[in-house]
């Protein structure tokens, strides 16, 4: 890849970032990121924030070329950082500063005039949704508006790329909402490419065009949401009832079944078989809920969102799409289980249970699994 000749926003060719400590944060990564909204994604520690740093020249590569509008960020930082928006993961914002003063400050080290900077911190605190908020101390402000706060100063110099690094950070589910339809409003209504650094596949999937993922500083794909998520020659079945009358007659009439959960997946070899199937459904006098093609999914890029790691003998296992987490260790089971809500604790091969008022004690985090993978593309 010739990178001076190719019309990205971002391009890299065999980037490399080594720390002293021999810990390969990047390797040999090269690819290109195209106008819109992109995600960045990867596991925590997958190299993501490193990544940025880089593009942003705050940290030197060990190795390899990387262009961001066509600068190379080693030598024309200042440049870079003029015409490109950071919005940092971590809470860095000044407690005793009002949001419009320190917004106002944020445009003047970007280069704007008094007057000017004024004029834009306001605008972007509108965009943002803080300009009734704007005079008062940021120290008072909830976590949802602190973030609204890093986006508002990262735009207000109307920058040609905005870089957020998980923008979603600490929000609760109504949070999260509002931040993505603000995200994807920049990105197809202000004319900004957005590149959007996140761990929550789900998220990504809703709002972005493309998607580059890593893990463990190596590319794994990059391409167009639409191409990761094509239909497959499968065909998901569910009813609401009488599933194992279903599976049985479609395997009588010579269909290749295969049950996950309650649904019912068939190999989709021609049109009969949706014939096939609706007929059986049909004559068994069963509520069909669901019949369409299975479509690949994001999280199928890190085995399907499930990490395994063995230790003396135990198994732990990180469903976050499931809503499950699992750590047996010296033959005890933990379950939290954010989506059903219930939390056990069996340790030595013993119970331990801790139930009020004759209750059995749940976590409800209103609803919502946190998914560090989460294929069904909800915040």
């Known amino acids: 890849m010739t990178l001076t000749a190719t019309p990205t926003l971002i391009a890299t060719e065999a980037l490399t ?15 290109g990121v195209e106008p819109g909204i992109v995600g960045l994604v990867g596991a925590n520690g997958a190299g993501k924030s490193t990544l940025i740093k880089i593009l942003l020249g705050l940290l030197p590569p060990t190795a390899g070329r990387v262009r961001v509008l066509g600068l190379d960020p080693k030598t024309d930082a ?32 970007s280069g704007l005039p008094r007057t000017a900077a004024r ?15 704007r005079y008062r101390q940021i120290g008072g402000y909830s976590t949802g508006m602190k973030q609204r706060v890093k986006l508002a100063q990262a735009l207000v110099h109307d920058p040609d790329l905005l870089l957020l690094d998980e923008p979603t950070n600490g929000l609760d589910p109504a949070g999260r909402e509002a931040m ?39 590319l794994l794909r990059a391409d167009r949401i ?27 009439l010579g269909l290749q079944i295969a049950r996950e959960g309650h649904a019912v997946l068939v190999p989709l070899l021609d049109d009969a078989t949706y014939d096939q199937i609706v007929g059986a ?3 068994l006098d069963l509520p069909l809920h669901r019949l369409d093609q299975r479509r690949h999914r994001v999280a199928e890029l890190f085995a399907g969102g499930e990490q395994r790691d063995n230790r ?21 089971e933990q379950r ?35 998914d560090a993978v989460d294929p069904g593309g909800r915040p």
Not at 185 to 190: D, V
Not at 312 to 328: F, L, P, V
């Open 17 to 31: 970032k080594r720390y002293a400590n021999g810990v390969a944060a990047l390797s040999d990564l090269t690819v």
């Open 78 to 109: 200042a440049q870079v950082r003029s015409r490109v928006g950071y919005m940092p993961e971590h809470d860095c914002l000044p407690p005793d500063l009002a949001a419009a003063e320190f917004v106002t400050h944020m445009a003047r080290i």
């Open 119 to 133: 004029e834009r911190a306001s605008e972007a605190l509108r965009h943002v949704g803080l300009y009734e908020e």
């Open 180 to 218: 993505l339809v603000l995200i994807h409003r920049i990105g197809t209504e202000f004319g900004i490419s957005v590149v959007v650094c996140s761990h929550l596949l789900g998220e990504v999937e809703r709002i972005c065009d493309s998607l580059i993922a890593i893990d463990a500083g190596h």
């Open 226 to 252: 639409s191409a990761m998520t094509e239909a497959r020659d499968v065909l998901v079945v569910e009813v609401a009832e009488g599933t194992d009358e279903l599976v049985a007659r479609l395997g009588g």
């Open 281 to 283: 459904v049909a004559e």
């Open 312 to 332: 003396a003998g135990g198994e732990q296992r990180d469903n976050r799409a499931g809503g499950e987490q699992r750590d047996n260790r010296a033959g005890g």
């Open 336 to 370: 939290d289980n954010r989506a059903g809500g219930e939390q056990r604790d069996n340790r030595a091969g013993g119970e331990q249970r801790d139930n009020r008022a004759g209750g059995e004690q749940r976590g409800n985090s209103a609803a919502t699994p946190v």
